[in-house]
């Protein structure tokens, strides 16, 4: 039976983010610890909880690696659908009925409150296609950044060391 | 609105390249994926490949029904999408509508999961007077909700018969200057209940709910009342309540009652019979909760207690039973299954704080202790019941409303129950309907956020939605459970 398990991960196949993503995922049953690996790759540490199985220890390191390839995946589905999915809540919060409306619940409106509704849809598009032409958002405090942006790419470094 | 539906026609029958977002897991094989508006769908493996690849076909039999659901980059239907995701999040554009008033911490029953921090019959000082309850009342009503909830509880509310009275009929004063619309409810175990109560409460259209546990022996052991055999009063106020509803025509509105079971460790095993003993009664809801370890009940949990797969195989036995039941012409449903029910096929909000996202802390209900402090919920006021007043907002007497709602507890309990924040929740294909508790968290794990992967709640809830949406692949039970929702 396996206990402690280290796994070394390419920052080349998998951004840090996946790996930490992957990583929670199988905190339930192991305390993980993530640290510098070989240069461009993060290793991953894995102690079992003292109630895991020993199903669930056996199978460790092949359940991280289902993660890393799963979250790999979500990553770039969530990536690639950004704006559609903001673009989809916008409208949502936009419309102008009331609150707990039920979906199909639009064909009770007027000719003019339809007109006004899609006046209102085309002006959040308009406002929408000006925000995300190719510009940079808006991020003053630098909230959407990662650490690595903020800080370096050695988020593991002691700065204080000397 | 056929103008709003955004249809794009692809050049061939590849019908798209990369799919829109979509959450998934695998169930036994098979994948369930659901979105942000709420449809799911099942996929075998091969066509799950091919969706998640961007490569399924118009021919493809799975494509017409992702498609229509939203799961297709190109066949998007942005109004529809939207109208469904506002309308399952429709509390967003609230203020709270549930305000728990504690009318006193007394009580008679000494319950062995009991997360109020009810205290002995003869303690003093610790009954809701009328100046808190008045301002409670007037604090409530500044909510932003169109409508308001007042609930009762205790300890036993009816203890503080006299203050309890007069605030009702305060309220329902109120109600008519505010415009506002008022629903009162009050949660009791109905051993201090008398014809004259009874009254006052039906004609002020309070509508009553107590808790039940099963049969006799079940429900004395985890409710061991002060005063003789809590289970015979629960019979009787209930077989009255429910006969004064059937009877109506009173010139006022007779709510039926409703019951809330508790499972411990002794209700393991007994489903059938906890179900029967609500049929009988002709309840039409059974309300199946699990412990929380908040309250008495942590420091219990070892004798009452059981894990998250106990209390899953004990839901999915109970609503196997509900469903055989009503095959056979009963009336009768799950209460939990039927609010995320809702969620999953009506795309509705049924208004079920516990899940939702993010939770009702504050945003969605507000707990007023006896002496007028504000609590983000119940469970927030037992936390601080236990020595730590993390969850409290206020008070009555010396904040505002907008200073409670908007307090930096309000806030740090919003931020750490938006799903979309915490790690896996946001990766989690229950996450349409589902929703994290903060306070729960905080006793179980020791911070807001928790650690799902290790959560019990969690647990719960996965088996539960497991549950679910496998009987919703099935044709006969997807009849009888697209019911509930309709109810």
């Known amino acids: 039976m396996k206990e402690k398990i280290s796994v070394s991960v390419s920052l080349k196949s998998y951004k840090a983010d996946t790996i930490r993503y992957a990583a929670y995922a199988v905190s339930g049953g192991a305390y993980v610890l993530l640290g510098p690996g070989k240069k461009g790759e993060v290793e991953a540490a894995f102690e079992p909880k003292p109630n895991a199985s020993a199903k669930y220890r056996a ?12 979250e790999k995946m979500r ?88 | 609105m056929a103008q709003n539906l955004l249809k794009i026609k692809t050049k061939n029958s590849v019908a798209q390249t ?92 000494k319950c062995l999961y009991c997360q109020s921090g009810a205290i002995s019959l003869s303690a003093k000082g610790a ?32 203890l503080n018969w006299a203050v309890l009275k007069k605030t009702v009929s305060y309220a329902r004063k109120k109600e008519k200057l505010s415009g506002k619309r008022l629903n009162l409810g009050l949660v009791s175990n109905f051993s201090r209940m008398t014809e004259g109560y009874a009254r006052f409460l039906l004609e002020n259209e309070v509508s009553l709910c107590t808790s039940l546990d099963g049969p006799a022996d079940l429900h004395n052991r985890n409710r061991i009342c002060s005063g003789g055999n809590a289970h015979v009063s629960v ?40 179900i029967d003993e609500y049929a009988g009664l002709g309840l039409e809801d059974v309300f199946i909760r699990p412990l929380s370890p908040i309250g008495y009940a942590k420091n219990s949990w070892s004798a009452i207690g059981y894990t998250a797969a106990d209390f899953v195989a004990f839901y999915k036995e109970s609503l196997g039973y509900i469903l055989k039941l009503n095959r056979k012409g009963a009336v009768i449903r799950e209460k939990m299954a039927a609010m995320l029910l809702e969620k999953i096929i009506g795309f509705s909000d049924p208004g079920y704080l516990d899940m939702r996202c993010p939770c009702g802390a504050a945003v969605g209900q507000i707990a007023y202790n006896y002496n007028g402090d504000l609590y983000t919920c119940d469970e ?38 938006e799903l979309h924040l915490q790690p896996a929740c946001s990766r989690c294909a229950y996450s349409p309907y589902c929703g994290v508790c903060p306070v729960y968290n905080y006793e179980a794990q020791g911070s807001l956020w928790g ?9 719960f809830m ?26």
């Not at chain 2, 088996?463 to 509930?484: H, M, V, Y």
């Open chain 2, 127 to 158: 009954d809701m007077k009328w100046p808190a309850a008045k301002k409670s009342v007037d604090f409530a009503f500044q909510t932003t909700a169109p409508g308001l909830t007042i609930e009762f509880q205790g300890g036993e509310p009816l």
């Open chain 2, 18 to 109: 990369n799919p829109p977002h979509f959450y998934w897991r695998e169930v036994d094989g098979a994948y369930l994926i659901s979105n942000d508006s709420g449809c799911h769908a099942w996929l075998d493996a091969a066509a799950f490949k091919r969706f998640s690849a961007g490569t399924l076909r118009e021919k493809d039999k799975a494509f017409e029904e992702l498609s229509s659901k939203g799961f297709i980059r190109d066949r998007l239907d942005f109004a529809d999408l939207a109208a469904k995701w506002k309308s399952k999040n429709s509390h967003l554009s609230c203020g709270p509508g549930l305000h728990i008033f504690v009318m006193t911490l007394r009580c008679d029953h």
């Open chain 1, 75 to 162: 990553s770039e589905i969530a990536d690639a659908n950004r704006e559609l999915r903001e673009f989809m809540v916008l409208k949502a919060l936009s419309a102008a009925d009331d609150a707990g409306t039920q979906a199909g619940d639009y064909a009770g409106l007027t000719p003019a409150q339809e007109k006004e509704l899609d006046a209102l849809i085309a002006e959040v598009e308009r406002e929408i296609k000006t925000e995300t032409a190719g510009k940079e958002r808006k991020d003053p405090l630098g909230i959407t950044k990662t650490w690595e942006e903020k800080h370096g790419s050695e988020p593991f470094k002691n700065k204080n060391k000397k």
């Open chain 2, 235 to 274: 019979r009787k106020w209930l077989r009255y309540f429910t006969r004064r509803n059937t009877g109506q025509g009173a010139g006022y509105r007779i709510f039926k009652p409703s019951a809330l079971l508790t499972v411990t460790k002794f209700s393991l095993g007994r489903a059938p019979e906890i």
């Open chain 2, 451 to 459: 650690n799902m992967p290790a959560n019990e709640r969690c647990a």
């Open chain 2, 380 to 417: 927030g006021r037992m936390a601080a019941w236990e020595g730590d007043d993390l969850f409290k907002i206020g008070n009555v007497f010396r904040d505002s409303y907008k200073k409670a709602v908007s307090c930096s507890t309000a806030r740090s309990c919003v931020a750490a129950s």
């Open chain 2, 462 to 487: 996965k088996g539960i939605f497991g549950i679910l949406f496998s009987k919703l692949k099935n044709s006969k039970d997807r009849e009888i459970l697209q019911k509930w929702v309709k109810k």
């Open chain 1, 59 to 70: 199978g460790l390191q092949k359940l991280f690696e289902s993660e890393l390839r799963d």
